[in-house]
């Protein structure tokens, strides 16, 4: 033995032996895809992400490297081609695709039962029904550590639903962890999510990490239905530009140093890739406009990483090449979008009846020309005198000019909400609004009334009045249209003022969008932006710098 490993050592110094290459791992990571199977306006769409995809594991396969594609949430909500069948051609698309693992997002759970139904319509109904279909349907596995059965106190136990993963590639077990916001629940429809809760997500992490250390993992990456905001991606290091405040910042210096090698963020559509207590940190906006990577360089022997390359959100346009390499899509994602796409046009293209003179272009302005035009649609022929919906958020596209189509509505309002007509007391209207005054650009739009907000020496004052100038008085009856997601507890806009056992379900009401569609049509003729602009006369008369500490008087 003494003697075979002194000719080992000398053959090493003569260069007989030589140190492996070091592994890169390339990791890619989309996020609120939102039903983007087609390219849009702006480039985009899983077709053209393919070819980026098919780029980056040809150049790892002549590396003698390896790729995992994570995504981040809200897979399937918002396009008609992926809504028609309730996420089926996005899920089969991600199998083409060749995901290795998905977070759940808040909007993975607006389709509710399988089927027509956008909320359970009886007690045979689960209203987690399109959800665990479309996750039996998938050959990756749903993440989703702190999503909580509150019946048993743990992470939800559905079918190829787990809260983390490991996968072992090139010899090196990369652990990977799935959750979502804190708030994710509020930000979908109540109905759906009835006894489900979500725990905290830095111990939630923290929990999984160190049991898939335990397991032997190398790496540690979280997919986080959560996110963040930064403008410049010239230095990783460089937060300058970034909103730190937001939720996945103050995750990962939560974070013990070393636990977590990196985050794909997502949910608030903006873009990172930054390093944050020693975890690179990337998110890629929203509807595949781009996408995130990371590249980890790792020694074959210690599988201990060298180094690590952030890149800017890569966006996805018409390029000849990527890495070198030629860009071809993948067949089989181009013909399920082409499925999809030929399956929903007829309905797409359906002229609503009403030309566009101009566009009607999505702002964070609640009184935008297109808000409006929303807010005062939803009250035609509704017993209401006053209509709130949450516009940042709630209203997803532009309306192009030209002659309107369904197609341009549904990508415009995709969410299957049902109309309800509430009965609120002039007080409590005053309180919402009043919790309403300090949302920035996260405030509700209206339309029937308009409000006057003061404040002086910390005291918060509101004048109400209607369109045609009569006062809302604290004991007045006020008939408010709403969705059903705000009134079932969403955005938490009416969660103060909401009655014990809640708002009465109105279970054949009709959608928002029809509601919306058939104002429309009744209209005729055309419109243009500049007759719904409400500058000349906000409906949002506000102090121009709102004090944090000013409320209503409490009630005597």
Known sequence: MKRMLTLFVAACLLGGCTQPEPLKLSLIGTNDVHGALLQGDNGGGLATLSGYVNAVRTAR??????????????????TLESNISEGAAMVAAFNALDYSAVAIGNHEFDFGPAGPAPIPESPDDDPRGALKQRATEARFPFLAANLIDNATSQPVAWENVRPSVIIDIENVK????????????????????????????????????????????????????????C?????????????????????????????????????????????VNGISITSSYSRARAFSRVDFLIDRESTDVINRQVFP??????????????????????????????????????KVGIVLETPFELTSDPESALGNLYTETML?????????????????ADLPAGELTFGSVYEMSPFDNQLMVIDLSGAELRQVIAEQAHRGSRRVGFAGMRVNVECSDAIMTIEMRYDDGRNISDSDNVRVAVSDYLALGGDRVLQSVMPEAGFNPQPTAPMV??????????????????????SAAPRWQLPKSMNRECRLPAAR
């Open 231 to 275: 403008t410049e991606f010239d230095d990783p290091y460089d937060l300058s530009s970034c909103e730190t405040q937001h939720e996945i910042f103050a995750v990962a210096e939560a974070l013990p140093a070393g636990l977590v090698d990196h985050i794909f963020a997502g949910h608030v559509h903006k873009g990172l890739a930054h390093i």
């Open 313 to 350: 959100p890569t966006q996805l346009v018409a390029s000849p090449s990527y890495e070198g390499v030629k860009l071809h899509t993948n067949a089989e994602v181009v013909a399920i979008a082409d499925r999809a796409a030929a399956f929903a046009a007829d309905l797409k293209n359906q």
């Open 174 to 229: 990369v652990g990977i962890i799935g959750v979502m916001s804190r708030n994710a629940l509020a930000s979908t429809i109540a109905s759906n999510t009835s006894g489900l809760g979500v725990a905290p997500l830095a111990a939630t992490i923290v929990r999984e990490a160190e049991a898939a250390r335990a397991a032997g993992a190398d790496i540690i990456i979280v997919t986080a239905h959560a996110g963040g905001e």
């Open 61 to 78: 396969a002549r590396d003698g490297g390896a790729v995992l594609l994570i995504d981040a949430g809200d897979m399937w909500q918002g």
């Open 380 to 396: 035609d022929d509704v017993d209401a005198a006053i209509s709130i919906h949450v516009i940042n958020g709630g209203i997803r």
């Open 513 to 534: 969008r029809d509601i919306i569609l058939h104002s429309l049509a009744k209209r005729g003729g055309s419109i243009s932006a500049a007759e719904f602009d409400s």
